[in-house]
């Protein structure tokens, strides 16, 4: 019996030693990214297009705690199959991706009306932007770098 609670104790501390991690950073927020590239001559109607929506919403969702921080990032495209704006959106961590979807909808109606109006409302912008995909990444604190590197979490 005596042998058990040692081997179970060494399984244990084992597996502890494995849950902490060696990794030369600390865990930030979360950054989901939307790539758009607008058509030729689109880039400024599609921004005021933005304007009353992706913006207004994410001003309202920072304003009840529900997202840290977006922006608008806005340049020349590298090629012809790059993109030329960039929206992000920052969340505390990656459990806000679980209820996402109940916390924005409100919102979203709220600004942008029912769902037949956000489709007329998604369908004029095919004219005007192609999405080119997602990507969700977390923003790290790397250990040991410049006084200051390190983020309130």
């Known amino acids: 019996m005596k042998k058990v609670i040692i081997a179970a104790f060494i399984v244990l501390v084992s597996l502890s030693a494995h849950a902490q991690s060696n990794a030369p950073y600390t865990d930030g927020p979360v950054w989901e990214m939307t790539f758009v590239r607008t058509k030729h001559g689109m880039s400024d109607e599609y921004l005021r297009s933005i304007t009353k929506t992706f913006w207004a919403v994410m001003e309202e969702a920072k304003k009840q705690g529900i997202i840290m921080d977006y922006k608008v990032l806005h340049g020349l495209a590298a090629s012809p199959t790059d993109f030329d704006v960039l929206l992000l959106t920052q969340t505390k961590n990656m459990a806000?991706?679980?209820?996402?979807?109940?916390?924005?909808?409100?919102?979203?109606?709220?600004?942008?009306?029912?769902?037949?109006?956000?489709?007329?409302?998604?369908?004029?912008?095919?004219?005007?932007?192609?999405?080119?995909?997602?990507?969700?990444?977390?923003?790290?604190?790397?250990?040991?770098g410049p006084a200051g590197a390190k983020k309130d979490k």
């Open 96 to 144: 806000y991706r679980d209820q996402a979807r109940e916390l924005l909808d409100p919102i979203v109606q709220k600004i942008e009306g029912n769902t037949t109006k956000q489709r007329e409302t998604t369908g004029q912008r095919l004219d005007m932007r192609e999405v080119l995909g997602y990507k969700l990444m977390r923003e790290i604190y790397l250990d040991g």
